[in-house]
């Protein structure tokens, strides 16, 4: 039976104060949609609607470059979340079963809270709403139960002393069956305070049609959203909180906890000793027994068992190092593959480059990748020796065994076992240093002696 997901990413989010659509805001490295859209691929729904309106072109280019399948609906109006939903009804046409409704600006929901509600729908219920204990219930819905089933979301300028003593609150995500979202939703009036068509209406609409309401519970954390600055404070906090406990619980050794940050698809093996200062962007795993020495940052990359990088380092998209490989320093590696046990430790660029098995690159060396137009490859063999300040212009490749001599501009292939010298050749003129410094002693001084007595 298929299935769909309608996520509300319509929102100015005035209080962000931004020309940014609130949804592209980023927590963990990622916009907030992208997390929610990462959720919602979990249920392998057949449909995905994202309901866009400021910034739409901004939302549906990230939307789409995340979701091949995501159809979209315009929200010309912020006439609330029913009015905001009535606009995917003709792309969920054909949809038969569940109607997950999620919000763009809230990241958190887990994929097995929904399989929960997937769930609880199965069972009976027409309609499942995700609710949460709030230990300050002030300002939510609330939600009402009897029997175990959900009779009404009361809004709590609505509510009377015993609905606003209730502590069980409305996240606002609901799962209902297709057909009964279908002829129900145009029945959602606006007769309130704001005039705004609200989703929660739908549960005394359903109950008036038969239909049985119902309600999971999940975290309060879980159902954190973003209205303002201080909201995405708190939630990268809540996150960052979050994983960080996942991770050493999974057996990550981080030194300094509340300095290193996670992005949220960060994936790190067991016995892995992170430093302090390190920053994890998006798309990066590291196998066991790695280490991630201090002030290092690293995004889009793999890190293979044994490995150790940093201090200082920086591991950008593309870069792939093999076990027990060393990279130190003030190293920065992009689109490279470093191969076993090849060893880059001071002061290096090497990027569109593949380093074979147990290379050395010296101090200084930088593969000179760009021409202004095109990337071009360096080819570094297994064993080959780079000595200090080598620059290996692209594309160039230097064979297995080979050595490149300190401070050579290596422009054409070096053989295996070859050795390479690319240098000016050294001159010393003997006495000329000393006679040049007191030459230059003696302008400066002349110089000194002008100005002061300029100054008389």
Same mark, same amino acid.
């Given at each position: 039976m298929?299935s %769909?997901?309608?996520?509300?990413?319509?929102?100015l989010?005035s209080r962000?104060v931004?020309?940014m659509?609130?949804v592209?805001?980023r927590?963990a490295?990622?916009p907030?949609?992208?997390?929610?859209l990462?959720t919602?691929?979990?249920?392998?729904?057949e449909?995905?609607v994202v309901i866009? *309106?400021?910034?739409?072109?901004?939302?549906e280019?990230?939307?789409?470059?995340?979701?091949a399948?995501a159809?979209? %609906?315009?929200?010309?109006e912020?006439?609330?979340t029913g009015?905001?939903v009535?606009?995917a009804?003709?792309?969920l046409e054909g949809v038969?079963g569940?109607v997950?409704i999620l919000?763009?600006d809230?990241?958190?929901i887990r994929p &097995?809270?929904?399989?929960?509600m997937?769930?609880?729908r199965?069972?009976?219920?027409?309609l499942?709403?995700?609710g949460?204990?709030?230990?300050e219930?002030?300002?939510y819905?609330?939600?009402v139960?009897e029997g175990g089933e959900?009779v009404?979301i009361v809004?709590?300028?609505?509510?009377?002393a015993?609905?606003?003593a209730l502590t069980?609150?409305n996240?606002?995500?609901?799962?209902?069956e297709?057909g009964?979202?279908?002829?129900?939703?145009p029945?959602? *009036?606006?007769?309130?305070a704001?005039g705004?068509y609200?989703l929660t209406?739908?549960?005394?609409?359903?109950?008036g049609a038969?239909a049985?309401?119902g309600?999971v519970?999940?975290g309060?954390?879980?159902?954190?959203?973003?209205?303002?600055?201080?909201?995405l404070?708190?939630?990268?906090a809540?996150?960052?909180a979050g994983?960080r406990?996942?991770m050493?619980e999974?057996?990550?050794?981080?030194?300094?906890?509340?300095?290193v940050?996670f992005?949220?698809?960060?994936?790190?093996?067991?016995d892995?000793?992170?430093?302090?200062?390190?920053?994890f962007g998006?798309?990066?795993t590291?196998?066991?027994?790695a280490e991630i020495? #201090?002030?290092c940052h690293?995004?889009?990359?793999?890190?293979s068992s044994?490995?150790q990088?940093?201090?200082?380092?920086r591991?950008? #998209?593309?870069?792939e190092l093999g076990?027990d490989?060393?990279?130190?320093?003030?190293?920065?590696?992009?689109?490279a593959?470093i191969?076993? *046990?090849?060893?880059?430790?001071?002061?290096s660029y090497?990027? &569109?480059?593949?380093?074979?098995e147990? %290379?050395?690159?010296g101090?200084?060396?930088?593969?000179?990748?760009?021409?202004?137009?095109?990337?071009h490859r360096?080819?570094?063999?297994?064993r080959?020796f780079?000595?200090?300040? *080598?620059?290996l212009v692209? #594309?160039v490749?230097?064979?297995?065994?080979a050595?490149?001599a300190?401070?050579?501009v290596?422009?054409s292939d070096?053989? #295996?076992?070859a050795?390479a010298?690319a $240098?000016?050749?050294?001159?010393?003129?003997p006495?000329?240093?000393?006679?040049?410094?007191? $030459?230059?002693?003696?302008?400066?001084a002349?110089?000194?002696?002008?100005? &002061?007595?300029?100054?008389g």
């Amino acid at each position: 039976m298929s299935s %769909a997901v309608v996520i509300l990413a319509a929102g100015l989010g005035s209080r962000m104060v931004s020309e940014m659509p609130k949804v592209l805001h980023r927590v963990a490295g990622e916009p907030m949609l992208a997390h929610v859209l990462a959720t919602a691929a979990e249920l392998e729904p057949e449909v995905t609607v994202v309901i866009t *309106g400021h910034g739409a072109e901004q939302v549906e280019a990230l939307a789409s470059a995340l979701c091949a399948q995501a159809q979209f %609906a315009r929200q010309a109006e912020q006439l609330g979340t029913g009015h905001a939903v009535l606009q995917a009804l003709p792309a969920l046409e054909g949809v038969e079963g569940d109607v997950f409704i999620l919000y763009g600006d809230t990241p958190f929901i887990r994929p &097995d809270t929904l399989e929960k509600m997937r769930a609880a729908r199965a069972s009976g219920a027409g309609l499942v709403v995700l609710g949460f204990e709030a230990a300050e219930p002030a300002g939510y819905g609330r939600l009402v139960r009897e029997g175990g089933e959900l009779v009404a979301i009361v809004e709590e300028r609505d509510a009377d002393a015993a609905v606003r003593a209730l502590t069980l609150c409305n996240s606002g995500v609901m799962c209902v069956e297709a057909g009964l979202l279908r002829s129900l939703l145009p029945r959602v *009036g606006n007769e309130n305070a704001k005039g705004e068509y609200y989703l929660t209406d739908l549960v005394a609409l359903a109950r008036g049609a038969g239909a049985r309401a119902g309600v999971v519970v999940c975290g309060e954390a879980e159902t954190l959203g973003v209205n303002s600055r201080a909201d995405l404070a708190a939630a990268e906090a809540a996150f960052q909180a979050g994983r960080r406990r996942e991770m050493m619980e999974a057996g990550v050794t981080l030194t300094a906890p509340e300095t290193v940050f996670f992005a949220r698809d960060t994936m790190i093996g067991a016995d892995t000793v992170i430093g302090q200062n390190v920053v994890f962007g998006p798309g990066v795993t590291i196998e066991n027994g790695a280490e991630i020495r #201090p002030f290092c940052h690293l995004e889009g990359c793999h890190v293979s068992s044994g490995a150790q990088v940093g201090p200082y380092a920086r591991l950008r #998209p593309g870069a792939e190092l093999g076990a027990d490989v060393r990279v130190g320093n003030f190293v920065e590696i992009k689109e490279a593959q470093i191969d076993k *046990g090849a060893k880059i430790n001071h002061l290096s660029y090497v990027g &569109d480059a593949s380093v074979g098995e147990a %290379a050395n690159l010296g101090a200084g060396t930088i593969t000179c990748n760009y021409d202004g137009v095109m990337k071009h490859r360096t080819r570094i063999g297994a064993r080959a020796f780079i000595g200090s300040n *080598g620059v290996l212009v692209a #594309p160039v490749g230097i064979g297995d065994d080979a050595f490149v001599a300190a401070g050579s501009v290596i422009t054409s292939d070096v053989a #295996p076992g070859a050795l390479a010298l690319a $240098r000016g050749r050294q001159e010393n003129k003997p006495g000329l240093g000393l006679r040049l410094r007191e $030459r230059l002693k003696a302008i400066k001084a002349g110089r000194a002696a002008a100005a &002061d007595k300029g100054k008389g």
